[in-house]
Nanobody
């Protein structure tokens, strides 16, 4: 079984930055896609960004140009650098790993952006 441990959430003023990290609890031979999702109160969980094993990235339109995803395969870790944060970015952020044995989720980390 794989556990994902997230860190880096918190409270920040609009225009500020945060960096989220998500690491696997054990070494994983091959991780296909690593991603970040978010869920705001009363809304569905949505894809924020993901990165393939080959380094291809996708971003939600709402975060393009502000967020950057990256991965460190040696550390089984994915990062999300969030700049120019807006109040509408407030949500619980979840990391997601897709590997051969299944689809794994982190426990979520709260990001709150104050205006």
């Amino acid at each position: 079984q794989v556990q994902l441990v997230e860190s880096g959430g918190g409270v920040v003023q609009a225009g500020g930055s945060l960096r989220l990290s998500c690491a696997a609890s054990r070494s994983i031979f091959s991780i296909n896609t690593m991603g970040w999702y978010r869920q705001a109160p009363g809304k569905q969980r949505e894809l924020v960004s993901d990165i393939s094993s080959g380094g291809s990235t996708r971003y939600a339109d709402s975060v393009k140009g502000r967020f950057t995803i990256s991965r460190d395969n040696a550390k089984n870790t994915v990062y999300l650098q969030m700049n120019s944060l807006k109040p509408e970015d407030t949500a619980v952020y979840y990391c997601n790993f897709i590997i051969v044995s299944g689809n794994y989720w982190g426990q979520g980390t709260q990001v709150t952006v104050s205006s």
